[in-house]
């Protein structure tokens, strides 16, 4: 006799939509954000109903910035144009264009709009006009993310660089040496994936920033979330569902996702 407990069930299902590639989903309240390589942008509800969709880019839809106001679209190669819509209306406001490539990263930190690319370059946006370029990495920014007063940016090449979010000013960066897939800030840790499956935990430490390899896989690792309580590890089509306790990260189960 053999009993389960606590069973997890994995779906097999396809939500009809994009036509191609999706690259990026964003959860917003009780609406759900995709950008994919149709040049479209689609609203989906709670019940996953698909609500709206929008024709942002002549290219792919690379990713998505969600604010309180506006939703922001990067574009890729050649369309390298930020779309700026009215998050109530969905109507577009601003074409930014600044970047010389790919847009891969948006986010919006207080007033501002930050977008990362192809072009190995960071700019950072106020009133939707260019107010810096940051120029600290030699490879394609891949992404951002904000952690303890740092915006934190990550390449191909495997560099993590932390700026100062009070004036942009670039502190730090550490070099894991495999692209870097994801950035996941979880009980005021950050933990990073890469193309080489590892994970790294980073922490703040009397105003030092410490780190270490808490988990390896055999494959890439994409994405990184959490559910309050555990962290959740996309790998090769499983998902990983990992407790970090002080003794160390510990693997708690996992399930196929197709």
Request: charged letters at 25%; one cysteine or more; proline letters at 2%.
């Amino acid at each position: 006799i053999i009993t389960i407990r606590n069973p997890c069930y994995a779906l097999d299902f396809t939500l009809y939509g994009h036509n191609s590639v999706v690259w990026e989903l964003r959860f917003d309240n009780d609406r759900l954000y995709s950008a994919g390589a149709d040049g479209t942008l689609k609203v989906w509800n709670k019940e996953l109903v698909p609500l709206q969709n929008i024709t942002s880019h002549n290219s792919w839809a690379r990713c998505i910035g969600i604010s309180d106001k506006y939703i922001a679209v990067g574009g890729y190669k050649p369309d390298n144009t930020i779309k700026v819509y009215d998050k109530n209306t969905l109507k577009l406001i601003y074409t930014l264009k600044a970047h010389k490539g790919s847009v891969f990263a948006l986010l919006f930190y207080k007033s501002f709009l930050i977008s990362a690319g192809s072009d190995n370059t960071i700019i950072v946006w106020k009133d939707f006009k260019p107010l810096k370029s940051l120029k600290i990495h030699d490879g394609w920014v891949r992404k951002l993310g904000i952690y303890n007063g740092y915006l934190v940016s990550g390449d191909e090449n495997g560099r993590l660089s932390f700026s100062a979010l009070d004036d942009f000013k670039f502190e730090r960066s550490f070099e894991l040496k495999s692209q870097i897939l994801s950035l996941h800030v979880f009980q005021n840790k950050l933990y990073v994936g890469t193309s080489d499956g590892s994970v790294y935990r980073f922490s703040l430490d009397k105003g030092q920033i410490k780190y270490e390899k808490i988990l390896s896989f055999e494959s890439t690792v994409q994405s990184i979330t959490d559910d309050g309580k555990s962290l959740y590890l996309s790998v090769e089509g499983k998902v990983i569902v990992v407790n970090d306790e002080t003794t160390g990260a510990k693997i708690v189960r996992n399930f196929d996702m197709s």
